[in-house]
Protein backbone atom coordinates (compact mmCIF):
# COMPACT_ATOMS: atom_id res chain seq x y z
CA UNK A 1 0.00 0.00 0.00
CA UNK A 2 1.14 3.64 -0.45
CA UNK A 3 0.73 4.34 3.14
CA UNK A 4 4.39 4.45 4.84
CA UNK A 5 5.26 3.36 8.23
CA UNK A 6 3.97 4.80 11.71
CA UNK A 7 6.38 6.21 13.58
CA UNK A 8 5.98 6.25 17.26
CA UNK A 9 8.77 8.21 18.73
CA UNK A 10 10.63 11.31 17.93
CA UNK A 11 13.96 9.04 17.93
CA UNK A 12 12.40 6.98 15.12
CA UNK A 13 11.31 9.90 13.09
CA UNK A 14 15.29 11.29 13.62
CA UNK A 15 16.24 8.57 11.96
CA UNK A 16 13.89 8.47 9.16
CA UNK A 17 14.79 11.59 8.22
CA UNK A 18 18.33 11.54 8.71
CA UNK A 19 17.87 7.85 6.52
CA UNK A 20 15.97 9.79 3.70
CA UNK A 21 18.84 12.94 3.97
CA UNK A 22 21.83 10.58 3.40
CA UNK A 23 19.83 8.78 0.33
CA UNK A 24 18.93 12.10 -1.16
CA UNK A 25 22.57 13.27 -1.98
CA UNK A 26 23.76 9.94 -3.08
CA UNK A 27 25.29 10.14 -6.65
CA UNK A 28 25.03 8.15 -9.36
CA UNK A 29 28.37 6.19 -10.17
CA UNK A 30 29.65 5.20 -13.27
CA UNK A 31 29.10 1.98 -13.08
CA UNK A 32 25.14 3.18 -12.83
CA UNK A 33 25.56 4.78 -16.34
CA UNK A 34 26.84 2.42 -17.76
CA UNK A 35 23.97 0.34 -16.87
CA UNK A 36 21.56 2.45 -18.02
CA UNK A 37 23.00 2.83 -21.22
CA UNK A 38 23.30 -0.52 -21.59
CA UNK A 39 19.10 -0.42 -20.56
CA UNK A 40 18.45 1.89 -22.67
CA UNK A 41 19.14 -0.02 -25.65
CA UNK A 42 15.92 -1.75 -25.34
CA UNK A 43 14.82 2.56 -25.86
CA UNK A 44 16.76 2.49 -29.23
CA UNK A 45 15.00 -0.70 -30.56
CA UNK A 46 12.06 0.31 -29.92
CA UNK A 47 12.60 4.11 -31.33
CA UNK A 48 14.54 2.10 -34.84
CA UNK A 49 11.47 0.51 -35.26
CA UNK A 50 8.97 3.28 -34.98
CA UNK A 51 11.31 5.64 -37.05
CA UNK A 52 11.86 2.72 -39.29
CA UNK A 53 8.03 2.23 -39.92
CA UNK A 54 7.50 6.02 -41.19
CA UNK A 55 10.27 6.52 -44.12
CA UNK A 56 9.53 2.86 -45.10
CA UNK A 57 6.11 3.38 -45.53
CA UNK A 58 6.02 5.41 -48.23
CA UNK A 59 7.73 2.88 -50.36
CA UNK A 60 6.66 -0.42 -48.96
CA UNK A 61 3.13 0.37 -49.78
CA UNK A 62 3.86 0.77 -53.07
CA UNK A 63 6.70 -2.63 -53.23
CA UNK A 64 3.16 -4.67 -51.96
CA UNK A 65 0.76 -3.09 -52.77
CA UNK A 66 -0.59 -1.87 -49.55
CA UNK A 67 -4.01 -0.35 -49.45
CA UNK A 68 -5.29 2.14 -46.31
CA UNK A 69 -5.88 -1.03 -44.13
CA UNK A 70 -2.73 -3.14 -44.72
CA UNK A 71 -0.49 0.00 -43.81
CA UNK A 72 -2.75 0.43 -40.84
CA UNK A 73 -1.97 -3.17 -40.08
CA UNK A 74 1.66 -2.95 -40.08
CA UNK A 75 2.16 0.12 -38.15
CA UNK A 76 -0.29 -0.92 -35.12
CA UNK A 77 -0.17 -4.76 -34.84
CA UNK A 78 3.09 -3.95 -33.25
CA UNK A 79 1.75 -1.72 -31.25
CA UNK A 80 -1.44 -4.28 -30.26
CA UNK A 81 1.34 -7.20 -29.39
CA UNK A 82 3.22 -4.59 -27.40
CA UNK A 83 -0.08 -3.95 -25.51
CA UNK A 84 -0.64 -7.69 -25.04
CA UNK A 85 2.49 -8.62 -23.83
CA UNK A 86 3.46 -5.50 -21.56
CA UNK A 87 0.52 -6.65 -20.10
CA UNK A 88 1.64 -9.45 -18.64
CA UNK A 89 5.48 -8.69 -18.10
CA UNK A 90 4.33 -7.05 -14.48
CA UNK A 91 3.88 -10.41 -13.59
CA UNK A 92 6.88 -11.93 -14.72
CA UNK A 93 8.92 -9.39 -13.83
CA UNK A 94 8.35 -9.56 -10.48
CA UNK A 95 8.41 -13.81 -10.24
CA UNK A 96 11.45 -13.74 -12.69
CA UNK A 97 13.12 -10.19 -11.69
CA UNK A 98 14.36 -7.25 -13.68
CA UNK A 99 17.18 -8.49 -15.24
CA UNK A 100 16.18 -11.63 -16.80
CA UNK A 101 13.10 -10.40 -18.55
CA UNK A 102 15.51 -7.64 -19.98
CA UNK A 103 17.15 -10.54 -21.09
CA UNK A 104 14.43 -12.34 -22.67
CA UNK A 105 13.12 -8.86 -24.19
CA UNK A 106 17.10 -8.70 -25.92
CA UNK A 107 16.25 -12.05 -27.55
CA UNK A 108 12.57 -11.49 -28.74
CA UNK A 109 14.45 -8.30 -30.52
CA UNK A 110 16.96 -10.10 -32.01
CA UNK A 111 14.52 -12.70 -34.04
CA UNK A 112 11.87 -9.90 -34.71
CA UNK A 113 15.00 -8.54 -36.43
CA UNK A 114 15.96 -11.20 -38.58
CA UNK A 115 12.39 -11.98 -39.65
CA UNK A 116 12.12 -8.22 -40.90
CA UNK A 117 15.58 -8.25 -42.36
CA UNK A 118 14.99 -11.22 -44.61
CA UNK A 119 10.60 -10.13 -45.45
CA UNK A 120 9.69 -11.21 -48.97
CA UNK A 121 6.24 -10.42 -48.89
CA UNK A 122 3.81 -8.51 -46.66
CA UNK A 123 2.77 -11.75 -44.52
CA UNK A 124 6.11 -12.08 -42.99
CA UNK A 125 6.51 -8.57 -42.41
CA UNK A 126 3.19 -8.68 -40.57
CA UNK A 127 4.71 -11.45 -38.41
CA UNK A 128 8.19 -9.79 -38.21
CA UNK A 129 6.55 -6.50 -36.48
CA UNK A 130 4.41 -8.29 -34.09
CA UNK A 131 7.28 -10.45 -32.72
CA UNK A 132 9.49 -6.72 -32.21
CA UNK A 133 5.92 -5.34 -30.45
CA UNK A 134 6.07 -8.32 -27.77
CA UNK A 135 10.08 -7.36 -27.43
CA UNK A 136 9.00 -3.52 -27.25
CA UNK A 137 6.03 -4.03 -25.00
CA UNK A 138 8.30 -5.67 -22.20
CA UNK A 139 11.28 -4.13 -22.83
CA UNK A 140 9.21 -0.55 -22.31
CA UNK A 141 7.16 -1.61 -19.25
CA UNK A 142 10.17 -2.82 -17.72
CA UNK A 143 13.30 -0.71 -18.48
CA UNK A 144 11.73 2.28 -16.49
CA UNK A 145 11.45 0.50 -13.55
CA UNK A 146 14.76 -1.21 -13.79
CA UNK A 147 16.68 2.08 -14.09
CA UNK A 148 14.37 3.94 -11.33
CA UNK A 149 15.40 1.18 -8.91
CA UNK A 150 19.29 1.23 -9.21
CA UNK A 151 18.95 5.52 -9.78
CA UNK A 152 19.56 7.61 -6.37
CA UNK A 153 17.05 10.12 -5.93
CA UNK A 154 19.55 13.21 -7.18
CA UNK A 155 19.74 11.70 -10.78
CA UNK A 156 16.54 9.49 -11.09
CA UNK A 157 14.88 11.77 -13.49
CA UNK A 158 17.91 12.21 -15.60
CA UNK A 159 18.73 8.68 -15.68
CA UNK A 160 15.21 7.42 -16.73
CA UNK A 161 15.29 10.30 -19.61
CA UNK A 162 18.05 8.68 -20.90
CA UNK A 163 16.26 5.88 -21.87
CA UNK A 164 13.98 8.28 -24.15
CA UNK A 165 16.72 9.69 -25.73
CA UNK A 166 17.59 6.42 -27.12
CA UNK A 167 13.92 6.05 -28.24
CA UNK A 168 14.00 9.20 -30.19
CA UNK A 169 17.45 8.28 -31.07
CA UNK A 170 16.68 5.31 -32.88
CA UNK A 171 13.93 7.42 -34.73
CA UNK A 172 16.40 9.22 -35.78
CA UNK A 173 18.85 7.03 -37.19
CA UNK A 174 16.18 5.03 -38.92
CA UNK A 175 15.01 8.15 -40.41
CA UNK A 176 18.12 8.42 -42.26
CA UNK A 177 18.76 4.55 -42.83
CA UNK A 178 17.83 1.43 -43.60
CA UNK A 179 18.59 -1.84 -42.26
CA UNK A 180 18.51 -4.89 -39.21
CA UNK A 181 18.78 -4.17 -36.03
CA UNK A 182 19.89 -7.31 -34.34
CA UNK A 183 23.37 -6.08 -33.39
CA UNK A 184 22.30 -3.17 -30.87
CA UNK A 185 19.66 -6.41 -29.38
CA UNK A 186 22.88 -8.86 -29.34
CA UNK A 187 24.85 -5.73 -27.24
CA UNK A 188 22.12 -5.72 -24.84
CA UNK A 189 21.68 -8.89 -24.40
CA UNK A 190 25.90 -9.72 -23.72
CA UNK A 191 26.05 -6.70 -21.89
CA UNK A 192 22.82 -7.55 -19.21
CA UNK A 193 24.65 -10.63 -18.36
CA UNK A 194 26.95 -8.84 -16.55
CA UNK A 195 24.65 -6.56 -14.87
CA UNK A 196 23.40 -6.50 -11.16
CA UNK A 197 19.83 -7.39 -10.30
CA UNK A 198 17.93 -4.40 -9.01
CA UNK A 199 18.45 -3.96 -4.73
CA UNK A 200 14.91 -3.37 -4.32
CA UNK A 201 13.26 -6.91 -6.15
CA UNK A 202 15.89 -8.94 -4.26
CA UNK A 203 15.04 -7.32 -1.39
CA UNK A 204 11.52 -7.87 -1.85
CA UNK A 205 12.79 -11.88 -2.27
CA UNK A 206 14.37 -12.03 1.08
CA UNK A 207 17.63 -12.04 -0.47
CA UNK A 208 19.33 -9.54 1.77
CA UNK A 209 22.75 -10.58 1.08
CA UNK A 210 22.65 -10.45 -2.57
CA UNK A 211 20.95 -6.96 -2.57
CA UNK A 212 23.75 -5.51 -0.58
CA UNK A 213 26.53 -6.72 -2.78
CA UNK A 214 24.31 -5.39 -5.60
CA UNK A 215 24.02 -1.72 -3.81
CA UNK A 216 27.42 -2.19 -3.63
CA UNK A 217 28.32 -2.84 -7.29
CA UNK A 218 25.63 -0.17 -8.14
CA UNK A 219 26.56 2.90 -5.69
CA UNK A 220 30.81 1.82 -5.43
CA UNK A 221 32.60 -0.74 -3.60
CA UNK A 222 34.16 1.96 -0.74
CA UNK A 223 29.56 3.64 -0.07
CA UNK A 224 27.97 3.46 3.14
CA UNK A 225 25.03 1.93 1.07
CA UNK A 226 23.83 -0.24 4.97
CA UNK A 227 21.17 2.91 5.52
CA UNK A 228 19.94 2.68 2.22
CA UNK A 229 19.38 -1.14 2.27
CA UNK A 230 18.04 -0.48 5.51
CA UNK A 231 15.35 2.12 4.44
CA UNK A 232 14.30 0.14 1.38
CA UNK A 233 14.36 -3.24 3.58
CA UNK A 234 12.08 -1.75 6.30
CA UNK A 235 9.59 0.00 3.85
CA UNK A 236 9.27 -3.74 2.49
CA UNK A 237 8.76 -4.76 5.68
CA UNK A 238 6.15 -2.65 6.63
CA UNK A 239 4.07 -3.28 3.16
CA UNK A 240 4.63 -7.05 3.58
CA UNK A 241 3.05 -6.40 7.29
CA UNK A 242 0.17 -4.62 5.79
CA UNK A 243 -0.23 -6.68 2.85
CA UNK A 244 -0.52 -9.65 5.04
CA UNK A 245 -3.56 -7.88 7.09
CA UNK A 246 -5.51 -8.40 3.67
CA UNK A 247 -5.67 -12.12 3.72
CA UNK A 248 -5.28 -13.54 0.50
CA UNK A 249 -6.60 -11.07 -1.96
CA UNK A 250 -4.86 -10.68 -5.18
CA UNK A 251 -2.08 -7.52 -5.64
CA UNK A 252 -4.45 -6.04 -8.19
CA UNK A 253 -7.09 -6.45 -5.72
CA UNK A 254 -5.20 -4.56 -2.95
CA UNK A 255 -4.26 -1.89 -5.39
CA UNK A 256 -8.06 -1.11 -6.18
CA UNK A 257 -9.25 -1.12 -2.82
CA UNK A 258 -6.37 1.16 -1.62
CA UNK A 259 -7.80 4.78 -2.13
CA UNK A 260 -4.09 6.56 -2.85
CA UNK A 261 -2.86 4.05 -4.86
CA UNK A 262 -5.60 4.21 -7.30
CA UNK A 263 -4.95 8.47 -7.43
CA UNK A 264 -1.58 7.67 -8.42
CA UNK A 265 -2.70 5.24 -10.59
CA UNK A 266 -5.12 7.17 -12.08
CA UNK A 267 -2.20 10.02 -12.62
CA UNK A 268 0.16 7.19 -14.34
CA UNK A 269 -1.86 5.80 -16.76
CA UNK A 270 -3.64 9.63 -17.95
CA UNK A 271 0.05 10.41 -18.39
CA UNK A 272 0.17 7.60 -20.78
CA UNK A 273 -3.29 7.99 -22.30
CA UNK A 274 -3.15 11.69 -23.22
CA UNK A 275 0.66 11.25 -24.51
CA UNK A 276 -0.90 8.79 -27.36
CA UNK A 277 -4.25 10.84 -27.55
CA UNK A 278 -1.71 13.89 -28.28
CA UNK A 279 -1.22 11.84 -31.65
CA UNK A 280 2.60 11.45 -31.18
CA UNK A 281 3.20 7.78 -32.39
CA UNK A 282 0.62 8.99 -35.49
CA UNK A 283 3.20 11.33 -35.90
CA UNK A 284 6.05 9.35 -35.77
CA UNK A 285 4.72 6.11 -37.07
CA UNK A 286 3.43 8.52 -40.40
CA UNK A 287 5.69 11.54 -40.48
CA UNK A 288 6.68 10.50 -44.48
CA UNK A 289 3.44 10.49 -45.25
CA UNK A 290 2.02 13.28 -43.09
CA UNK A 291 4.62 15.42 -45.28
CA UNK A 292 3.22 13.95 -48.40
CA UNK A 293 -0.19 14.62 -47.33
CA UNK A 294 0.55 18.06 -46.63
CA UNK A 295 1.57 18.94 -50.76
CA UNK A 296 5.11 17.49 -51.18
CA UNK A 297 5.57 15.60 -54.84
CA UNK A 298 8.81 13.38 -54.23
CA UNK A 299 8.89 10.22 -52.18
CA UNK A 300 12.63 11.15 -50.97
CA UNK A 301 11.99 14.44 -49.73
CA UNK A 302 9.04 13.56 -47.77
CA UNK A 303 11.34 11.11 -45.96
CA UNK A 304 14.39 13.56 -45.53
CA UNK A 305 11.79 16.15 -44.22
CA UNK A 306 10.60 13.58 -41.71
CA UNK A 307 13.92 12.82 -40.78
CA UNK A 308 14.83 16.34 -39.91
CA UNK A 309 11.31 16.34 -38.14
CA UNK A 310 12.96 12.94 -36.16
CA UNK A 311 16.19 15.01 -35.63
CA UNK A 312 14.90 17.97 -33.79
CA UNK A 313 12.60 15.40 -31.56
CA UNK A 314 16.39 13.33 -30.26
CA UNK A 315 17.96 17.39 -29.82
CA UNK A 316 15.31 18.48 -27.70
CA UNK A 317 14.80 15.03 -26.07
CA UNK A 318 18.06 16.35 -24.06
CA UNK A 319 16.35 19.90 -22.51
CA UNK A 320 14.23 17.40 -20.69
CA UNK A 321 17.26 15.34 -19.37
CA UNK A 322 18.87 18.82 -18.17
CA UNK A 323 16.12 20.63 -16.81
CA UNK A 324 14.15 17.11 -15.06
CA UNK A 325 16.08 17.54 -11.86
CA UNK A 326 16.08 21.72 -12.19
CA UNK A 327 12.74 22.51 -12.74
CA UNK A 328 10.76 19.49 -11.67
CA UNK A 329 8.63 16.45 -13.43
CA UNK A 330 5.04 18.77 -13.28
CA UNK A 331 6.75 22.31 -14.97
CA UNK A 332 8.11 20.02 -17.71
CA UNK A 333 4.63 18.27 -18.55
CA UNK A 334 2.61 21.49 -18.57
CA UNK A 335 5.11 23.66 -20.77
CA UNK A 336 5.14 20.07 -23.10
CA UNK A 337 1.80 19.76 -23.39
CA UNK A 338 0.50 23.38 -23.82
CA UNK A 339 3.34 23.93 -26.78
CA UNK A 340 1.86 20.65 -27.98
CA UNK A 341 -2.27 22.17 -28.16
CA UNK A 342 -0.36 24.97 -29.96
CA UNK A 343 1.48 23.13 -32.38
CA UNK A 344 -1.13 20.60 -33.34
CA UNK A 345 -3.32 23.11 -33.99
CA UNK A 346 -0.82 24.98 -36.15
CA UNK A 347 -0.79 21.16 -38.40
CA UNK A 348 -4.72 21.52 -38.57
CA UNK A 349 -4.87 25.31 -39.59
CA UNK A 350 -2.00 24.07 -42.24
CA UNK A 351 -4.48 21.32 -43.55
CA UNK A 352 -7.26 23.45 -43.42
CA UNK A 353 -6.19 26.18 -45.03
CA UNK A 354 -4.99 23.91 -48.37
CA UNK A 355 -7.86 22.03 -48.09
CA UNK A 356 -10.05 25.62 -48.57
CA UNK A 357 -7.54 26.50 -51.36
CA UNK A 358 -7.56 23.12 -53.02
CA UNK A 359 -6.46 23.33 -56.97
CA UNK A 360 -10.29 22.94 -58.42
CA UNK A 361 -11.47 19.59 -60.92
CA UNK A 362 -11.46 21.98 -64.56
CA UNK A 363 -12.41 18.97 -66.71
CA UNK A 364 -13.70 15.22 -66.45
CA UNK A 365 -11.94 12.57 -68.60
CA UNK A 366 -14.32 10.20 -70.35
CA UNK A 367 -12.70 7.17 -68.28
CA UNK A 368 -14.35 8.16 -64.97
CA UNK A 369 -18.10 8.48 -66.72
CA UNK A 370 -19.51 5.34 -64.36
CA UNK A 371 -17.00 6.44 -61.58
CA UNK A 372 -17.46 8.44 -58.03
CA UNK A 373 -14.27 9.86 -59.03
CA UNK A 374 -16.83 12.20 -61.45
CA UNK A 375 -18.58 13.09 -58.52
CA UNK A 376 -15.63 15.40 -57.26
CA UNK A 377 -15.26 19.52 -57.62
CA UNK A 378 -11.43 19.42 -56.27
CA UNK A 379 -8.87 17.87 -55.40
CA UNK A 380 -9.11 17.58 -51.61
CA UNK A 381 -12.37 15.68 -52.07
CA UNK A 382 -10.86 13.54 -55.17
CA UNK A 383 -7.99 12.42 -52.71
CA UNK A 384 -9.77 11.30 -49.84
CA UNK A 385 -11.22 8.53 -51.60
CA UNK A 386 -8.56 5.53 -51.93
CA UNK A 387 -10.31 4.81 -55.12
CA UNK A 388 -9.51 8.08 -56.74
CA UNK A 389 -6.41 10.44 -57.73
CA UNK A 390 -5.66 13.86 -58.73
CA UNK A 391 -3.90 14.43 -62.39
CA UNK A 392 -2.82 17.96 -63.48
CA UNK A 393 -0.80 19.72 -65.55
CA UNK A 394 1.89 21.79 -63.30
CA UNK A 395 2.03 25.18 -64.11
CA UNK A 396 1.26 28.30 -63.08
CA UNK A 397 -2.89 27.75 -63.13
CA UNK A 398 -3.10 24.38 -61.75
CA UNK A 399 -6.14 22.49 -63.34
CA UNK A 400 -6.91 18.84 -63.46
CA UNK A 401 -9.23 16.13 -63.48
CA UNK A 402 -9.76 13.51 -60.93
CA UNK A 403 -9.20 9.81 -62.23
CA UNK A 404 -9.62 6.18 -61.08
CA UNK A 405 -6.80 4.38 -59.32
CA UNK A 406 -5.46 1.08 -60.00
CA UNK A 407 -5.67 -1.55 -57.49
CA UNK A 408 -1.98 -3.06 -58.78
CA UNK A 409 -0.30 -0.20 -59.38
CA UNK A 410 -1.59 2.76 -57.15
CA UNK A 411 -1.43 4.66 -61.04
CA UNK A 412 -4.47 5.95 -63.22
CA UNK A 413 -6.40 3.40 -64.88
CA UNK A 414 -7.24 6.61 -67.87
CA UNK A 415 -6.11 9.89 -68.79
CA UNK A 416 -3.55 11.77 -69.27
CA UNK A 417 -1.78 9.64 -66.25
CA UNK A 418 -2.81 6.26 -67.17
CA UNK A 419 0.11 3.73 -65.94
CA UNK A 420 2.35 2.59 -69.01
CA UNK A 421 1.53 5.57 -70.99
CA UNK A 422 4.52 8.26 -72.18
CA UNK A 423 3.52 10.65 -69.35
CA UNK A 424 5.06 14.50 -70.05
CA UNK A 425 6.92 15.88 -67.13
CA UNK A 426 4.49 18.64 -66.50
CA UNK A 427 2.36 16.17 -66.03
CA UNK A 428 1.36 15.08 -62.41
CA UNK A 429 -0.19 12.47 -60.62
CA UNK A 430 -0.89 13.33 -56.84
CA UNK A 431 -2.37 9.91 -55.13
CA UNK A 432 -3.31 10.91 -52.06
CA UNK A 433 -2.17 14.65 -51.77
CA UNK A 434 -2.94 17.54 -53.54
CA UNK A 435 -0.38 20.50 -54.50
CA UNK A 436 -0.25 23.58 -52.27
CA UNK A 437 1.51 26.38 -51.14
CA UNK A 438 0.42 26.23 -47.61
CA UNK A 439 2.85 23.14 -46.76
CA UNK A 440 5.17 25.29 -44.84
CA UNK A 441 2.41 25.39 -42.30
CA UNK A 442 2.35 22.42 -41.84
CA UNK A 443 5.90 21.39 -41.55
CA UNK A 444 6.32 24.57 -39.04
CA UNK A 445 3.61 22.83 -36.98
CA UNK A 446 5.72 19.47 -37.43
CA UNK A 447 8.84 20.55 -36.19
CA UNK A 448 7.11 22.76 -32.99
CA UNK A 449 5.36 19.63 -32.13
CA UNK A 450 8.68 17.48 -32.10
CA UNK A 451 9.84 20.24 -30.05
CA UNK A 452 7.68 20.62 -27.34
CA UNK A 453 6.87 17.08 -27.43
CA UNK A 454 10.38 15.54 -27.01
CA UNK A 455 11.40 17.66 -23.44
CA UNK A 456 8.34 17.10 -21.48
CA UNK A 457 5.42 14.53 -22.75
CA UNK A 458 7.62 12.39 -24.40
CA UNK A 459 9.68 11.06 -21.16
CA UNK A 460 7.85 12.14 -18.09
CA UNK A 461 4.89 9.49 -18.31
CA UNK A 462 8.00 6.75 -18.01
CA UNK A 463 9.50 9.07 -15.40
CA UNK A 464 6.62 9.52 -13.09
CA UNK A 465 5.24 6.14 -14.01
CA UNK A 466 8.87 4.66 -12.34
CA UNK A 467 8.26 6.52 -9.28
CA UNK A 468 5.02 6.81 -7.68
CA UNK A 469 4.35 3.46 -6.69
CA UNK A 470 5.07 1.62 -3.88
CA UNK A 471 7.78 -1.50 -3.95
CA UNK A 472 5.24 -3.91 -3.67
CA UNK A 473 2.80 -2.59 -6.42
CA UNK A 474 5.39 -1.01 -8.66
CA UNK A 475 5.75 -3.63 -11.34
CA UNK A 476 1.62 -4.14 -11.65
CA UNK A 477 0.92 -0.85 -11.82
CA UNK A 478 3.85 -0.21 -14.41
CA UNK A 479 2.62 -2.73 -16.64
CA UNK A 480 -1.21 -1.65 -16.48
CA UNK A 481 -0.07 1.77 -17.10
CA UNK A 482 2.19 0.65 -20.15
CA UNK A 483 -0.60 -1.09 -21.41
CA UNK A 484 -2.97 1.56 -21.16
CA UNK A 485 0.12 3.11 -23.37
CA UNK A 486 -0.03 0.59 -26.15
CA UNK A 487 -3.66 -0.05 -25.92
CA UNK A 488 -4.17 3.84 -26.67
CA UNK A 489 -1.23 3.65 -29.05
CA UNK A 490 -2.68 0.94 -31.27
CA UNK A 491 -5.79 2.80 -31.31
CA UNK A 492 -4.42 6.21 -32.94
CA UNK A 493 -2.18 4.12 -34.66
CA UNK A 494 -4.76 2.14 -36.42
CA UNK A 495 -7.51 4.61 -37.03
CA UNK A 496 -4.74 7.81 -38.20
CA UNK A 497 -5.36 7.36 -42.10
CA UNK A 498 -8.99 6.28 -41.51
CA UNK A 499 -9.96 9.19 -40.09
CA UNK A 500 -8.01 11.00 -42.50
CA UNK A 501 -10.67 10.07 -44.80
CA UNK A 502 -13.80 10.08 -42.74
CA UNK A 503 -13.04 13.69 -40.58
CA UNK A 504 -10.37 14.98 -43.11
CA UNK A 505 -6.62 15.47 -42.00
CA UNK A 506 -7.47 19.11 -40.57
CA UNK A 507 -10.41 17.35 -38.59
CA UNK A 508 -7.71 14.58 -37.37
CA UNK A 509 -5.19 17.08 -36.13
CA UNK A 510 -8.08 19.32 -34.25
CA UNK A 511 -9.23 15.96 -32.70
CA UNK A 512 -5.74 15.65 -31.12
CA UNK A 513 -5.53 18.87 -30.08
CA UNK A 514 -8.93 18.57 -28.03
CA UNK A 515 -7.47 15.52 -26.39
CA UNK A 516 -4.06 17.81 -25.36
CA UNK A 517 -6.42 20.70 -24.16
CA UNK A 518 -8.59 17.77 -21.69
CA UNK A 519 -4.99 16.45 -20.38
CA UNK A 520 -3.16 20.11 -19.58
CA UNK A 521 -6.26 20.65 -17.14
CA UNK A 522 -6.34 17.07 -15.71
CA UNK A 523 -2.68 17.41 -14.83
CA UNK A 524 -3.05 20.73 -13.46
CA UNK A 525 -5.33 19.83 -11.17
CA UNK A 526 -3.82 16.34 -10.54
CA UNK A 527 -0.04 16.17 -10.83
CA UNK A 528 2.29 16.18 -7.94
CA UNK A 529 5.93 17.03 -8.00
CA UNK A 530 7.89 14.39 -7.47
CA UNK A 531 10.96 15.97 -8.25
CA UNK A 532 14.36 15.13 -5.49
CA UNK A 533 12.11 12.64 -3.63
CA UNK A 534 13.07 8.85 -2.88
CA UNK A 535 11.01 6.50 -4.13
CA UNK A 536 9.86 5.64 -0.71
CA UNK A 537 9.42 9.39 0.05
CA UNK A 538 7.18 9.25 -3.18
CA UNK A 539 4.96 6.67 -2.06
CA UNK A 540 3.43 9.09 0.39
CA UNK A 541 2.70 12.42 -1.91
CA UNK A 542 -0.74 10.68 -2.89
CA UNK A 543 -1.69 10.15 0.92
CA UNK A 544 -3.68 13.75 1.10
CA UNK A 545 -4.75 16.13 -1.62
CA UNK A 546 -2.45 18.07 -3.36
CA UNK A 547 -2.38 21.44 -2.43
CA UNK A 548 -1.87 24.93 -3.61
CA UNK A 549 2.20 24.75 -3.36
CA UNK A 550 2.40 21.82 -5.79
CA UNK A 551 -0.13 22.66 -7.68
CA UNK A 552 2.62 25.75 -8.62
CA UNK A 553 5.02 23.37 -9.28
CA UNK A 554 6.61 23.00 -5.62
CA UNK A 555 7.54 20.33 -3.96
CA UNK A 556 5.68 18.74 -0.85
CA UNK A 557 7.07 18.42 2.41
CA UNK A 558 6.52 14.90 3.71
CA UNK A 559 4.52 15.00 7.31
CA UNK A 560 5.46 12.31 9.69
CA UNK A 561 3.24 12.10 13.05
CA UNK A 562 4.29 13.10 16.13
CA UNK A 563 4.37 11.90 19.34
Excluded at 22 to 29: C, D, E, G, I, P
Excluded at 111 to 130: D, H
Excluded at 225 to 241: G, K, L, T
Aim: proline fraction near 2%; glycine fraction near 8%.
Amino acid sequence: MVEGPSYTSDDEEGRSLMLDTARSRVKATKFVYIATLLTAIGGFLFGYDTGIVSGAMVFIKDEFQLNNLWQELIVSVTVLSAGIFSAFAGYSTDAWGRKLVIIMSSIIFAIGALLLGFAWSKEILLIGRLIVGAASGISSMVVPIYIAELAPASNRGTLVIINNAFVTGGQFIAALIAGGFTIPALIQLIGFLFLPESPRWLVRRGKYEDSLKSLRKIRGINANVEQEFESIREACVQQEREMAEKGGTSVFEQILSNSNLRKAMLVGCMLQIIQQLAGINCVMYYAATIVQMSGVQSKSKAVWIAAIGAGVNFACTFIGLFLVEKVGRRVLVLVSLAGVILSVSTMAVGFQISAYNSPVIAFHDNSTSQSICRMNNDCQSCSRLSSCGFCYVDSGQINGTCLVVSSDNRMSTGGLCKSGTDVKKHIIWAYEWCPTSYAWITFLGLSAYLFFFAFGMGPMPWVINAEIYPQWARSVCTSTSTTFNWFFNFLTSISFLTLSQSITKYGTFWLYAAFSIFGWIFFYLLLPETKGKTLEEVERLFEKKIDSTTLVGGVQNVQRKKV
